[in-house]
Nanobody, 123 residues
Framework: QVQLVESGGGLVQPGGSLRLSCAAS????????MAWYRQAPGKEREFVAVISVSGGGSTHYADSVKGRFTISRDNAKNMVYLQMNSLKPEDTAVYYCNVAIRRTVAAPFENYWGQGTQVTVSS
């Protein structure tokens, strides 16, 4: 069984910062990539950021968060982080951790989702 546990969400004022964490545990042979998505009320889930586990950890960001958010990872601990700065009201959403995991050497990669953590940006 694979479990993703997210933390760090909460209420923050516009211009403030939050740091989200996601820890993957359980039956994990390898991880391909780790990403963050978010879903605002009445909207579809959208991509936020992704980081490669291999190599130097290349990253990609949605245009809406470039320059404000930073994704990072700790491969040894199977953790991914999202540092969110200069938060805006439109960043309000449930943020989900997404990890591509191979459970065994013979298994294909599968996408696992965290339970989501609420981020609310409001004065």
């Amino acid at each position: 069984q694979v479990q993703l546990v997210e933390s760090g969400g909460g209420l923050v004022q516009p211009g403030g910062s939050l740091r989200l964490s996601c820890a993957a545990s359980g039956s994990i042979f390898s991880i391909n990539a780790m990403a963050w998505y978010r879903q605002a009320p009445g909207k579809e889930r959208e991509f936020v950021a992704v980081i490669s586990v291999s190599g130097g950890g290349s990253t990609h960001y949605a245009d809406s968060v470039k320059g404000r958010f930073t994704i990072s990872r700790d491969n040894a601990k199977n953790m991914v982080y999202l540092q969110m700065n200069s938060l805006k009201p439109e960043d309000t959403a449930v943020y989900y951790c997404n990890v591509a995991i191979r459970r065994t050497v013979a298994a294909p990669f599968e996408n696992y989702w965290g339970q989501g953590t609420q981020v609310t940006v409001s004065s």
